[in-house]
């Protein structure tokens, strides 16, 4: 694990990313293709000004908003209309692009695509390349899922980003990761190979395993750091997700078994072999919490928001690592690669960003992809901005957003039972 002193490497804004400034300022990168893979695990993405990012990225936009237009006009039929009118020559142009949404929203005046995607989910393929897909469905969880289409390349992309993520979290090379998320969602494949990709081991957690058994592979492997769901309480009777695999369950057959105590919980000396633990979900909830405040107060825990449309879109620090920082938990840094995310509140025929202390929506573009072009789209989510650019002492520029939640309370609640954070 990365300690205290080794945190300043991280504030490093690489050569090649300035580089690669250099050539979209002068033209000669234009296109999200020429932007290599690896691009998006470097730091400088983080440490720049607001306005260096958004004039970096409005290339991109505009290319993603020519191609949505075109490649899928049965979804962005408004956004066709506006770009035949009105080009997008600057951010302010940007800031008056409508917004997409998965369903009808009344109260603010946008239209829902998920009934055109569910006659026909192809609709949400663009047309404009050959290139094989793979499509992940997204809303699973609450009944009816819309598909995310991605081609190997844009997966690059996302586990190159996510490893901005684990760096922030402390991990490096030769860490040892004992694994127990979903493999077969979206999010978990990524992960995995984001932490390979960044120089972890990775212990996988097989269906049949019961919390004894992940105990004794955490012993065995000699993992240092666990990657597993907090199910919050009021699920911890549904446990046909992970298979009753979560903080819950591995905290209480530990305190149970005396022979696992420094492993998870710490022995008599005050050794634990677990360094960092990492919670899926949107939001760590209140139960998960009291548990590492109650059993783990000295082990940091940390996540990263994402979802089956964009990975990363924000990630929380290693709260051992930035000790002065306000990035712990529910805070969570934007990470703009390879996606453009804003959190956004309705003025006049525009959608702007929120100022400090406001909630708005939280609202992404897929700006480096080849599949599914998520155009300025908001997916439901709702946020407050917490720490303008540059104002958290931790040392990274990008907002610290906080308060992660649906707009809709029955979501927000059938999220926490049955989605991400449950398995």
């Known amino acids: 694990m990365r300690t205290p002193e080794r945190w300043a490497d991280l504030l490093t804004i690489e ?19 020429q932007v290599p893979p690896a691009a998006f695990a470097w730091h400088g993405w983080d440490l720049v000004s607001q306005e260096r990012i958004s004039n ?3 290339p991109f936009l505009r290319q993603q908003a020519t191609r949505a237009a075109h490649a899928m006009p049965e979804i962005y039929p408004e956004h066709l209309a506006w770009l035949k ?3 997008l020559g600057d951010m302010q142009d940007w800031q008056r692009l409508p917004l997409l949404a998965k369903d009808d929203d009344p109260d603010l005046g946008l239209r829902g695509f998920r009934a055109k995607a569910s006659r026909d989910p192809r609709l949400m393929r663009p047309r404009d390349t050959s290139t094989a897909m793979m499509a992940f469905g997204s809303g699973g969880s609450l009944g009816s899922y819309t598909p995310t289409f991605v ?14 993520g684990h760096a922030y979290h402390g991990l490096v090379p030769g860490d040892i990761a004992l694994y127990t998320y979903n493999t077969t969602h979206k999010g978990g494949q990524w992960m995995q190979e984001s932490l390979l990709a960044h120089g972890v081991e990775v212990c996988l957690r097989r269906p049949e395993e019961d919390p004894q058994r992940v105990l004794e592979n955490i012993r065995h492997y000699r993992a240092n750091v666990l990657f597993t769901v907090q199910q919050p309480y009021q699920a911890l009777e549904q446990q046909t ?17 005396p022979q696992y105590h420094g492993l998870l919980l710490p022995d008599r000396d005050g050794n634990r072999q677990v360094e960092f633990i990492f ?6 909830v209140p139960y998960a919490r009291e548990l590492m405040e109650t059993y783990l107060p000295d082990t940091p825990c940390a996540t990263l928001l994402g979802s089956s449309e964009a990975i990363p879109q924000a990630a929380s620090t290693n709260p051992n690592l930035t000790p002065q920082g306000m990035c712990h938990y529910n805070n969570l840094h934007l990470l703009h690669a390879p996606h453009y995310i804003e959190l956004l509140k309705p003025q006049g025929d525009a959608w702007v960003p929120v100022s400090k202390g406001e909630q708005g929506l939280l609202v992404y573009t897929s700006w480096a992809r080849d599949g599914t072009i998520w155009l300025r789209y908001a997916p439901g989510d709702m946020a407050t901005l917490l720490l303008g650019e540059g104002e958290c002492p931790c040392g990274l520029r990008t907002p610290v957003i906080s308060g992660v939640t649906r707009k809709q309370a029955s979501e927000q609640s059938d999220l926490l039972v049955a989605g991400c954070a449950a398995g």
């Open 241 to 257: 997700k992970a298979a009753g695999i979560n903080l819950h369950s591995l905290l209480m057959v530990s305190l149970e078994n």
């Open 15 to 33: 050569p090649e990313f300035l580089e690669l400034e250099k050539h979209i300022r002068s033209g000669a990168v234009q296109d999200y293709r």
């Open 279 to 284: 919670l899926g979900g949107f939001e760590v």
């Open 85 to 87: 009118a009105s080009p």
């Open 151 to 164: 081609t190997l390349d844009d997966r690059s992309r996302e586990i190159n980003a996510w490893r901005r």
């Open 56 to 58: 970096m990225l409005l």
